[in-house]
C-alpha cells in the first residue's frame, strides 16, 4: 500500500531535549516536505526536498533541521526544542513533475509533539 | 503572512445542501489545489486546477479560478455528513518552485 508512514504519532517531551521526528514513502517519490499545523494559521512549510541531498528552506525553518540521504526517508530533527515548537507536524511527498503545484501531495497521519 | 487565506473560517451546513468556501492569493500562481483534512488525520488531495483552467469538476466537487481577481472557490453540492472536514487551498508561487504554501482553512460541519 502507497503510503508515508511517520514515527513517532504522538510525543510528549521536555525543553532542550533533541529528537527526530521520522518520515518514511514507499512512492519513490523525489519531492518531501515538513508542516506543521497550528490553530488558526493552518499548515507551514518549515522544509522541503526536491531529491537526495538537496533540502530547502520553507516559511517556518528556525528551529528545525532536516536531512536527506537516502530518497524514502526524510526525517526532521528537533536539536532543542521550545514550547513554542509545540503543534502538530505532517510530512509529505510527491513525485516532482514540471511544477510541485501539478502533483497532488500524499499526507502522512501526523505526529502531536508537547515540548513542555 | 500566508499566500492563500480561506473564507468563511468555518461553515455549518445541513445534508444536502451546497457547501461553497472561497480561497483567496496574492501573487500570481501556477496551480491551485484543494485539499481535505478530517478531524486529526492528515490532508487528502482532492482536486487540482492549473492557472489556465476556470473551472473544473470532479463528481459533486466544482473548483473555479479567476486569476484576475487571484481567487478560486471550491463547491460541494449535496453535502453529506462524511463532507464534514476542513478544507484547504495550496498554491504555488511563479516565482517558489517547490514552496507549497496553505491557507488557515475553511471548517465545515454539516449536520444529518
Known amino acids: 500500500e502507497a503510503q508515508v508512514t511517520q514515527n513517532p504519532r504522538y510525543l510528549i517531551t521536555v525543553t532542550g531535549k533533541k529528537l527526530t521526528v521520522t518520515c518514511s514513502q514507499n512512492?519513490?517519490?523525489?519531492?518531501m516536505s515538513w508542516y506543521r499545523q497550528d490553530p488558526g494559521l493552518g499548515l507551514r512549510q518549515i522544509y522541503y526536498s526536491m531529491n537526495v541531498e538537496v533540502t530547502d528552506k520553507g516559511d517556518v525553518p528556525e528551529g528545525y533541521k532536516v536531512s536527506r540521504k537516502e530518497k524514502r526517508n526524510f526525517p526532521l530533527i528537533l536539536e532543542s526544542p521550545s514550547p513554542n515548537q509545540t503543534s502538530l507536524y505532517f510530512c509529505?511527498?510527491?513525485?516532482?513533475?514540471?511544477?510541485?503545484?501539478?502533483?497532488?501531495?500524499?499526507f502522512g497521519d501526523g505526529t502531536r509533539l508537547s515540548i513542555l | 503572512s500566508q499566500q492563500g487565506e480561506e473564507d468563511p473560517q468555518a461553515l455549518s451546513i445541513q445534508e444536502g445542501e451546497n457547501a461553497t468556501m472561497n480561497c483567496s492569493y496574492k501573487t500570481s500562481i501556477n496551480n491551485l489545489q484543494w485539499y481535505r483534512q478530517n478531524s486529526g488525520r492528515g490532508l487528502v488531495h482532492l482536486i487540482l486546477?492549473?492557472?489556465?483552467?476556470r473551472e473544473k469538476h470532479s463528481g459533486r466537487l466544482r473548483v473555479t479560478l479567476d486569476t484576475s481577481k487571484k481567487s478560486s472557490s471550491l463547491l460541494i453540492t449535496a453535502s453529506r455528513a462524511a463532507d464534514t472536514a476542513s478544507y484547504f487551498c495550496?498554491?504555488?508561487?511563479?516565482?517558489?518552485?517547490?514552496?507549497?504554501?496553505f491557507g488557515a482553512g475553511t471548517q465545515v460541519v454539516v449536520t444529518p
Open positions: 512512492m519513490n517519490h523525489e519531492y
Open positions: 509529505a511527498s510527491s513525485p516532482i513533475g514540471v511544477r510541485i503545484s501539478n502533483q497532488p501531495q500524499h
Open positions: 486546477i492549473r492557472s489556465n483552467e
Open positions: 495550496a498554491t504555488e508561487t511563479t516565482d517558489s518552485w517547490g514552496k507549497l504554501q
